[in-house]
Structures are given as structure tokens and as C-alpha cells.
């Protein structure tokens, strides 16, 4: 029924009683919604500048032989490197699924609680929460209440995330915080195709469950040399991108980028030298790394796109707070997402940007 009414969707533009009506079928309904101004029919759909610049890490040759892929074809490629190598994987075993997110996350419980690899994809990470009750109370769960005798550690979850210019509130949410509170599960988030590569095989070959979130903005804007044949980044630790004295900035994802921009600024603008840390893995995640940071520079600032109450900052925060407290020259500070709804053509205004993240910076550093 719901289908049959968004193929009969109609849209009327603005401009009185000579606008034209659009009949938005597939695609078209897409283009619709994403068009800012029906008066310029037979135009080119307008795009908004993105709120950060992408910065492609060093070619690596530690790996072998390196191509140029975005983000999406990294994963592709991981993808394809395990079902190559997994005996427990075949053409069969790739396949679509009815549209019921608790069940493809139950089906892939069930999967990986025979031995098997389960690699389930949830379009988008909005759409994650009916699959809630099964990664919470059931994969999370599964070996510690079999006392070890059955797991679903083979069991991957795939997610598209976060802001992309146009998503509004079902396209564009962050829900890692949520995940963080479950014992059980891990989390993590990558910046780049070359991450994004290494980091979803560390969560394939994994023996617990793993929730992979990819920053969608990212598929095609993140373009870098990726090695062709299979490697591995380690879960569970951040990686310092960037040394400095002054001010540790964190965040992860897509916000990796606009912190990397904010530390330029800050060099420039104010001679502020700022150590960039990606955290990458966001459970369990690595508190000695961002610690140690802390207590050389003596200020840390975390930035996330989702909103700020109850946010993974506020984690990263507390615990820097109790066992940095003595080394803080001001007080953490947190530039998140505001705590509401993710807005449509109001996203400039909500996102945490360079500017913000920046004008935070400067008054730290003039506490």
C-alpha cells in the first residue's frame, strides 16, 4: 500500500496556478526531493558544498600492489577478498533479503551461530533500530548466556552513516552511542577507503560482533590508493594522524576531516600546535591513546555529528575527567550535533562544523 502511494506521489512546484506537476516515480521521486527550486525545471539539481575537505593518507606499499578506489569500492573489495578466502562462502550465500531489518539481523545471527561468516547490510543505519531487540538482547548476549557454548561471533552488520547534504532526519542519523551502552558488541567507524578497507576485515575475521558504520558522504568523495589484496587495521586502537602540544582534538568518521582542517587553522590563525586523533573503533575504544594525548597538551576537544546529550563525547569526556583531571588546563569540550531531529535544508546550521569546532578551540585555549 505504501509503495502503490509513493508511485502515485505527486508534487505541485510553487509558483501559483501555472506550476507544473511532477509525477516522482523511482528515481525520480529521489531527484524530486532533492531539487531546492521547481522553477528550474530541465536544470541541473543544485548542490550544496560539503562542510569538509577530504584528506587522502600517504600511499601505503606495506600491503602490495595498490589501486585507486572510493570508499564504497574499498568495501566492495574487502568484501570480495573474504568471500574468496572464506570456505564457509559462496555465490549462493549473496543474496537480498525481504525488507525487515530484524529479521536479516536475526538471519544473521542464526547464520554465524553455525560457524558460518554472517555479513548482514542495513539500508540506512536510520533504519538499524527494528533490529535493536536482536543486536542488543540476542548477538550481543548470545556467549554470555551459553557460558561459551554457542556464539555469534562470525556476525558482521554493515550500515551506511551519518549527515550527506540531503538526508534529513532518516538519512543522516548516528546511532553509535546507542550501540556503546551494550556489553557484547563492537563498534567501529572509519574515514577514509584505505580504513575503511582494513578496519571491515578486522570486523569480518573478529570473534565478537561487530557493527561497521560507513560515512556515506564518503563513498564517492573519499578517493585514495587502497591495496589490492586483503590486510588488516587493528580494532580497539586510535591512531594519532597528526602530533601536536597544545590541544588534542578527537573525533571519527567523516569529523576526522573537519578537525584535520580546524588543527590547520589553528596553526595559522592562532600558532596553536593541536594533536588530531582518529578513535576509529568506538567499542571498546582506546582511552590510553586519547589519555595519554591529555595529559600532553592539558585540553582535549571531541566532536561528533550526533547530538550532544548522551553522545559517545560525553564518554570520551567522563573519562579523561577522572583520570586526566590533574593535567586539564580547561575545562573538555564537546561540538556535536544539537539535540534535535537531523533537519532537511537547515543541515549547514546543525552539523558541527569547522567553524565551531574552531571557535570552541579558541576559547579553550583562552580559558
Not at 96 to 125: D, K, M
Request: net charge neutral.
Amino acid at each position: 500500500m505504501a509503495a502503490a502511494a509513493a508511485g502515485r506521489l505527486l508534487r505541485l512546484c510553487a509558483g501559483g496556478a501555472g506550476g507544473s506537476w511532477r509525477r516522482l516515480r523511482g528515481a525520480g521521486l529521489l531527484r524530486g526531493f532533492l531539487k531546492p527550486d521547481c522553477a528550474r525545471q530541465g536544470q541541473a539539481p543544485r548542490r550544496q558544498v560539503a562542510h569538509f575537505t577530504f584528506q587522502p593518507d600517504p600511499e601505503s606499499r606495506e600491503y602490495g600492489q595498490t589501486q585507486k578506489m572510493n570508499l564504497f569500492q574499498a568495501v566492495t573489495s574487502a568484501l570480495d577478498n573474504s568471500l574468496a578466502a572464506d570456505p564457509t562462502a559462496g555465490k549462493d550465500r549473496v543474496f537480498n533479503t525481504p525488507l525487515c531489518e530484524q529479521g536479516i539481523v536475526g538471519f544473521g545471527i542464526g547464520i554465524a551461530v553455525t560457524g558460518a561468516t554472517a555479513i548482514a547490510e542495513i539500508q540506512f543505519a536510520d533504519y538499524i533500530f527494528p533490529a535493536f531487540d536482536q543486536i542488543v538482547n540476542e548477538a550481543a548476549k548470545y556467549r554470555y548466556r551459553s557460558g561459551d557454548l554457542f556464539n555469534c561471533g562470525s556476525l558482521t552488520i554493515r550500515a551506511p552513516w551519518g549527515c550527506v547534504g540531503h538526508g534529513a532526519l532518516y538519512h543522516s542519523q548516528c546511532p553509535e552511542a546507542f550501540f556503546a551502552h551494550c556489553p557484547g558488541i563492537k563498534v567501529v567507524i572509519p574515514r577514509s577507503p584505505f580504513q575503511a578497507k582494513g578496519l571491515l576485515l578486522s570486523c569480518i575475521q573478529d570473534k565478537n560482533p561487530c557493527i561497521f558504520f560507513e560515512p556515506k558522504i564518503l563513498y564517492r568523495a573519499a578517493v585514495e590508493q587502497v591495496p589490492v589484496e586483503p590486510y588488516n587495521i587493528p580494532l580497539s586502537q586510535a591512531e594519532v594522524i597528526q602530533e601536536g602540544s597544545d590541544v588534542t582534538l578527537v573525533a571519527w568518521g567523516t569529523q576526522v576531516h573537519v578537525i584535520r582542517e580546524v588543527a590547520s587553522m589553528a596553526r595559522e590563525k592562532l600558532g596553536v600546535s593541536c594533536e588530531v586523533i582518529d578513535l576509529r573503533t568506538i567499542v571498546p575504544w582506546d582511552m590510553d591513546t586519547v589519555c595519554k594525548s591529555v595529559v600532553k597538551t592539558g585540553r582535549l576537544l571531541v566532536s561528533h555529528e550526533a547530538p550532544l546529550t548522551g553522545g559517545f563525547a560525553s564518554e570520551i569526556s567522563s573519562t579523561v575527567q577522572e583520570e586526566c583531571f590533574l593535567n586539564l588546563e580547561a575545562p573538555i569540550s564537546r561540538v556535536c550535533g544539537y539535540d534535535t531531529p537531523f533537519p532537511h535544508i537547515f543541515e549547514p546550521f546543525y552539523i558541527p562544523d569547522k567553524w565551531k569546532c574552531y571557535d570552541a578551540l579558541r576559547k579553550m585555549i583562552n580559558y
